[in-house]
């Protein structure tokens, strides 16, 4: 029955309820157990809802340590995040990780778009 309603939510115009039905599956997989069940919707609403870091948090405990790594980077891989307000929810990732590089280049990128941005609204008297 919950299948019904995600397929009937993403069928809804922008898919809005999906990711509240996918939490009420996640949540009967919880009750009963079922640890793949829980690491497949917990990676579609981390994926679906920009990184949330509590369904990161939740993968962590769920993904065995030896496959975590391998995992995370191919769930992150086609992801794009938001940066609101110079805030980047794969930073946060990257500095729970200890992964630097990809932390440097993350905060890099920010702070281009913040300079591209500054640019293009600045009046043409100041470029």
Known sequence: MLDDGIKAAAEDSFGRYQHEWVEMRLHIHELQGDCQSQIEDCRWLFCNTGGNLDYYHKLKKLVPPSDWMIFLKNMMA????????????AADIYVEEKDY???????SDVVMASVWICCLTMPAGFR
């Open 78 to 89: 086609g992801m794009i995040f938001s940066c609101f307000g110079g805030h980047s929810n």
């Open 101 to 107: 590089p990809r932390l440097f280049k993350t905060v």
